[in-house]
């Protein structure tokens, strides 16, 4: 009886797994075919009935054409395969070559779709100039209004404001998230930190809990910042950057966020 279960279940795995394996191997072929009639392509030159015909999801299509109408074009080909939004198609983007050359030169002969809208972007006339946001008190319209900047990476710096409060610091946000990854020299003056409340956590005050809800703040590190303080009073930053649970923490940026009174 335990033979003859065993030999069902193996059955029965070979027929879930085999019709999965010869997809993707028809899949790849596919692909693979696609690509020898497709030797060399200029990723940030397709128009839109190029980018919706390719071999990819509904979702990357979209991305790409977003791209395309922001005038934001991939530097290389890490770039394009570490971009989140096509990560569906790594296999596709994986297989292929492609010219990275900037979709706009001059002379060349722009769709009148967009024609305007990307004169307008590439060189702003001193009425239509950008404006800069606080990034503390940008709504969603106000940042998406930003070159470069779609609902996406919006939706990345409300995650971020929320997850911390506010942001105090532009370099880890470029640290820790896709930003840094995409950061134009632009941003530097357009996306400012005006306003920086006031610290909602102190060494003095804070309780264990509100401590390690704080992200950058582990239960180890908590754990000893609370020992000392109820042991021996209120520890200086000096001193917690000399712990071994706070040996590879950035001290520098977790006094923007919990004061030392």
């Not at 967009?114 to 940042?143: C, F, G, W």
Request: charge should be neutral; glycine fraction near 4%.
């Amino acid at each position: 009886m335990t033979a003859l279960l065993l030999c069902i279940a193996i059955l029965s795995a070979a027929l879930f797994l085999f019709p999965e394996e010869e997809r993707r191997n028809e899949h790849h072929s596919f692909l693979e075919l696609w690509w020898n009639n497709h030797s060399n392509l200029s990723i940030n030159k397709l128009d839109s009935v190029q980018i919706f015909s390719l071999p990819i999801s509904a979702a990357s299509k979209r991305s790409l054409w977003f791209r395309r109408k922001r005038n934001w074009p991939f530097k290389d080909f890490n770039e394009l395969c570490t971009d989140p939004y096509l990560i569906k198609d790594s296999l596709f983007f994986s297989l292929g070559s492609y010219s990275f050359q900037p979709n706009f030169q001059v002379g060349q002969k722009l769709h009148p779709f967009h024609t305007n809208s990307l004169k307008q972007k590439m060189y702003p006339r001193k009425s239509e100039a950008y404006s800069s946001v606080d990034l503390n008190q940008a709504d969603s319209i106000a940042l998406d209004n930003i070159p470069g900047i779609g609902s996406g990476m919006v939706k990345v710096l409300k995650a971020y404001r929320s997850r911390y409060g506010f942001i105090a610091d532009t370099s880890h946000l470029r640290k820790t998230t896709y930003f840094g990854k995409v950061w134009r020299e632009e941003w530097d003056s357009l996306l400012r930190i005006d306003s920086i409340p006031a610290p909602k956590l102190s060494l003095v005050s804070s309780t264990f809990q509100e401590l390690l809800a704080f992200p950058d703040l582990n239960y180890e590190q908590v754990k000893r910042l609370c020992f000392y303080r109820e042991s021996f009073g209120i520890p200086t930053w000096l001193e917690m950057a000399s712990w071994n649970e706070f040996s590879e923490a950035d001290t520098t940026f977790l006094q923007l966020y919990i004061s030392n009174n």
